[in-house]
């Protein structure tokens, strides 16, 4: 049997029989003759408060065990389950013993080798930012915050499956590694086996031969698992795919990550007025159960990241998400700069895309609350979105929310072998490397339709931490991917 999780010790009634408790110290207090000490586990929010009093005698191991003490070492303490005087939480643990399984040095102490030294524990009791803790990223996850974040991760991905499971839709991998810039959705990180100093020769003398390298041919990170998860849309009607994703941009944001989990569904017999049903039911499941199953987590991040949110998050679960074009969405966005009612880096031109801040101002002032854009110029979208009978517009969709902008984007498929070649051709793709995808305009075309939601912009949203780098536990950007 495993120990008690804190978790579960704190709903249970006091009892006479010892409870044994594993965790780390978070703190330590001497009062006149009691010594407090705050020991968590990480299994909820709080720690559990045991104490010592320190007129009885303990065992010598004890007695050691409470002057060396120091945060962050792990011990178990024995002791009985007692009614807490303390506010705020029901039950202590009335200690008889305690031992040390690991200290964690508050003061730098010399080993007998350099590699034997240890630095003092960096996550004193006091407050860190946060950019200090992303150096420490394999500490980071015993504060509060990243404790809070983990398990809000944690739970949300378990969400996200059970809203799918019940609804029908299957589980489906797609791969890691794949053949081609399947959407152009970003830049690709190659993968390959070849040697970089002998292919630069190459490059002197022409051109790199891939069919040496390990697969015959070009490979890449995948960038997204839609057109895989297409071809099983077109036999299993509904599925999903939720894994990590790759795209090596250089932007340095606060809301894209080198790799990326991604949450993509992918329904046959679907066009985009059900596309963008799902994808506001989905969300608004997704935010409810997150706010129902992780209170505690969230009434630090209303406390501590950003006051508000809970009730924010309440509305946009209630709210009805407003659609607008994207035609439509520029000629709010032109009214509020002719009537100087908006301050615009980039001018709003039909044509472009819309830049974070014209998101900001269509969810913030226009819609007040999450718009759903649709029917975005082709020029600026994939490839394999469905063409509109304007033939300028595709039936594409972003979900823009308060706060972070786009948080989904979507788009009905084009499913008309003859328009999806022609597309293609216009956009310099060969159809021949697309061959299995344009198979399944060739056999039993359907109408199909999905989205791609980032799963470090919903922990985001939800959380109100700023920094994406701040809600997936070791975050790979430019220039970092350490851990
Ligand atoms: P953006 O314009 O914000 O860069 P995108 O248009 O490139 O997004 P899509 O290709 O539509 O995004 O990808 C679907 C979803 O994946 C986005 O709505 C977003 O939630 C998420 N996403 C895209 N790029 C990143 C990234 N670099 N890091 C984290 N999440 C991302
Ligand atoms: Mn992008």
Known sequence: MLPILIKHLLKETPRLQDVKVFGWVKTKRDMKNLSFIELYDGSCFSGIQCAFDRNSSFDTVTEAALTSLSTGASVTI???????????????????????????????????????????????????????????????????TFGAVARLRS????????????????????PVITSGDCEGAGAMFQV???????????????????????????????????????????????????????????SNTTRHLAEFWMIEPEVAFAQLEENMALAEDFLKYVINAA????????????????????????????????????????KELEKAVSAKTANFEFEPKWGNDLQSEHERFLTDSVAGGPVIVTDYPKEIKAFYMKLND??????????????????????QREDNLEKLVKRMQEMNLKPEDYWWYLDLRRYGTVPHAGFGLGFERLIQYVSGMINIRDVIPFPRAAGQAEF
């Not at 297409?230 to 894994?243: H, I, K, Q």
């Not at 991040?301 to 950003?306: S, V």
């Open 192 to 250: 390959t086996t070849l040697d970089p100093q002998s292919a630069a020769k190459q490059i002197n003398s022409g051109s790199i031969d891939y069919s040496k390298d390990f697969f015959g041919k070009k490979t890449f990170l995948t960038v997204s698992g839609q057109l895989e998860a297409e071809t099983y849309a077109a036999a299993l009607s509904r599925v999903y795919t939720f894994g990590p994703t790759f795209r090596a941009e250089n």
């Open 78 to 144: 024995t002791g009985k389950l007692v009614p807490s005087p303390a506010s705020g939480q029901a039950v202590e643990i009335n200690a008889s013993s305690i031992m040390i399984l690991g200290d964690s040095p508050a003061e730098a102490t010399g080993g007998k080798t350099p590699e034997l030294d240890i630095e003092a524990y960096p996550l004193q009791k006091k407050r860190h930012s946060l950019e200090f803790l992303r150096e420490i990223a394999h500490l980071r996850p015993r504060t509060n």
């Open 390 to 411: 304007d033939g300028k517009t595709v039936r594409a969709m972003d979900v823009l929310v308060p706060r972070l902008g786009e948080i989904i984007g979507g788009s």
């Open 155 to 174: 739970r949300l991905s378990f969400i996200i499956h059970r809203y799918f499971m019940e609804r029908d839709f299957h589980y489906l991998h797609t």
């Open 291 to 330: 706010l129902n199953e992780c209170a505690d987590e969230f009434s630090f991040f209303e406390t501590h990241i950003e006051k508000g949110i809970i009730e924010n998050l309440q509305k946009v679960t209630n709210a009805k998400f407003s659609h607008i074009t994207y035609t439509d969405a520029i």
